[in-house]
C-alpha cells in the first residue's frame, strides 16, 4: 500500500478507497464459487425461451437472469457487508489517522488503553453498530435461506 501510495496517493495507506478496493479483491474468491453454484442453477432453457420470443442478451440478462438469481445476490451483498464492518485487522493496518477509522477500530480504542477502560461506551457502540446489520438482515431474511440452500446444491 506504501509503494502504491507513492504512485497513487489516493490508494495509498490512510485512505478509505485503498481500503475499499483490498475489500473488493478479497471478496472475489468465495462469493464467485457461490454465484457460480447458483448460476448452474438457472435453466438454460429459459435463456432460449426468451431467445426465441426476440429478448436481446442484455434484456434476457436484465429482466430474466437477474430477477431469477436475486436470492444469491442478496445472501452475498449481507455478507459481504457484515464481513466489512466488522474487520478489525485489515482496518486498523491501513488506516491509521483516527479521523478515518472504520467503526470496529473506533470502538477498540475506547477499551484499548491500559488506564481508562471504558467498557460502557465500547458496549453501548457495539449494540449501536450491530443495529444496521440486524435491519439488513431482516429485510433480505426471505433471500437468505433459498440463496444459501440452491446455490450449494447442483
Known amino acids: 500500500m506504501s509503494a502504491i501510495g507513492d504512485i497513487f496517493p489516493v490508494l495509498g495507506l490512510n485512505s478509505q478507497i485503498g481500503l475499499i478496493m483490498i475489500y473488493l479483491g478479497g471478496a472475489l474468491g468465495v462469493n464467485t464459487f457461490l454465484m457460480y453454484g447458483f448460476f448452474n442453477t438457472v435453466p438454460a432453457s429459459i435463456d432460449e425461451a426468451a431467445k426465441i420470443d426476440g429478448a436481446g442478451h442484455a434484456r434476457i440478462f436484465f429482466t430474466i437472469i437477474l430477477r431469477l438469481v436475486a436470492p444469491i445476490l442478496a445472501v452475498i451483498g449481507l455478507l459481504a457487508f457484515i464481513g466489512t464492518t466488522s474487520d478489525f485487522v485489515i482496518a486498523s493496518v491501513v488506516l491509521v489517522d483516527p479521523d478515518k477509522q472504520t467503526l470496529a477500530v473506533g470502538l477498540y ?46
Do not use: D
Open 109 to 154: 480504542q475506547f477499551v484499548s488503553q491500559e488506564t481508562a477502560r471504558n467498557w460502557s461506551v465500547f458496549a453501548a457502540g457495539a449494540v449501536l453498530a450491530a443495529i444496521l446489520p440486524m435491519a439488513l438482515f431482516l429485510s433480505l431474511q426471505r433471500y437468505i435461506v433459498s440463496g444459501l440452500t440452491a446455490g450449494s446444491v447442483k
